[in-house]
């Protein structure tokens, strides 16, 4: 299904086609929402603190986790008090707001909460209802809440939005479900207060829109690989010129494929769907070679005890020029709206 959607959104296979009327059906519903969010009818919470969006107009991965990362990071050096609210993707329904810490159970909470809580260390909540996760970790004291995910989630009102793009497959044939991959339309991008693009762009033309002219380019970069079992970490480089396993159960696995191969690994490809629930016995590929995975599918094995099993984090990585001015203006948006 993956290739067969990809080839459709991303490699210009006519058969989108069929979809269109579908899609008209899809942004119908889409308008229709957005309007009784904006007349009333649909009910808006605000915050007791500012809400920063961090998210994307298309499905599939675009690098919102490590720019959420990133950005929490980043606010908590200026003096920020951050906190995160996540839908919990790929964990067990709810009907409350859970905290999440590191010690956290994915197949409860998701994958990508405990991989949040694990590398910010700041308070993290998941929940459905962003606007109740918003207002628990507001009484848990923190001063600015971060949303994963959350960009066609109005009930929460926000004070800030980021969009991320995924570089090299852009927003594909920049049509709406089921015909193209976006959720909303390109002029969404007209909204959103920041465009960021994970890799270096490739869409050019006469559609390209004012938000994506002034986008943000950053990169995701690995350099040491940590054993699953923690017995050891080793540049990455260290694996160059051998064969492993390449394991990734998230929205664009062939980034992550793409990255190792880039660093002269000669990767055999395992593409899991997005936040699938991947357990060791899924990982014995019946040979010696190494397996690398993603830091997202690391959280759902836990420790184990083979040394063949490696997980591969990634950093974010944007130039100082460009980042400085940009926190400068999140930073002012901030504290302007947490003045008395």
């Not at 298309?58 to 920020?80: D, E, Q």
């Not at 000669?266 to 899924?282: K, L, M, N």
């Not at 040394?307 to 504290?335: C, F």
């Amino acid at each position: 299904m993956y290739n067969w959607l990809h080839r459709m959104w991303y490699k210009g296979a006519p058969y989108y086609r069929l979809f269109i009327p579908l899609s008209g059906m899809y942004w119908l519903l889409i308008t229709l929402r957005r309007f009784l969010y904006q007349i009333g009818l649909f009910g808006r919470q605000k915050a007791a603190v500012p809400v920063v969006v961090v998210g994307n107009i298309t499905t599939g991965g675009t690098g919102k986790t490590p720019v959420t990362i990133w950005l929490v990071n980043a606010l908590s050096t200026r003096g920020f008090t951050p906190g995160i609210v996540s839908r919990g993707y790929g964990g067990s329904r709810s009907t409350t707001s859970m905290r999440v810490d590191s010690a956290s159970d994915p197949a409860v909470v998701g994958d990508e909460p405990v991989l949040l809580a694990r590398r910010t260390q700041c308070p993290v909540v998941v929940d459905a209802n962003r606007a109740r996760a918003a207002q628990m970790l507001a009484d848990d004291g923190v001063d600015v809440i971060v949303a994963d995910d959350g960009l066609q989630h109005y009930g929460l009102e926000r004070t800030y939005e980021i969009c991320v793009i995924d570089g090299a497959r852009g927003l594909g044939n920049r049509l709406l479900l089921p015909a193209g991959p976006l959720r909303e339309t390109i002029a969404r991008l007209e909204e959103v207060d920041q465009v960021l693009i994970n890799g270096q762009r490739h869409e050019e033309g006469a559609d390209i829109t004012a938000g994506e002219q002034n986008a943000i380019e950053f990169n995701l970069v690995a350099s040491e690989v940590e054993r699953l079992n923690g017995s050891l970490a080793r540049s990455i480089e260290r694996f160059s010129g051998t064969t492993a396993h390449g394991v990734a159960a998230i929205g664009n696995p062939a980034r992550f494929f793409d990255m190792l191969r880039a660093h002269g690994i000669q990767v055999i490809e395992h593409a899991f769907q997005d936040h699938a629930a991947i357990s060791q016995r899924d990982l014995e590929f019946g040979d010696d070679f190494d397996v690398l995975m993603t830091e997202k599918d690391a959280v759902k094995l836990g420790h184990v005890r083979s040394d063949k099993y490696w997980v591969v984090p990634v950093d974010m990585q944007i130039d100082a020029a460009a980042a400085g001015p940009w926190l400068e203006q999140v930073e002012s948006r901030l504290r302007s709206e947490m003045e008395p």
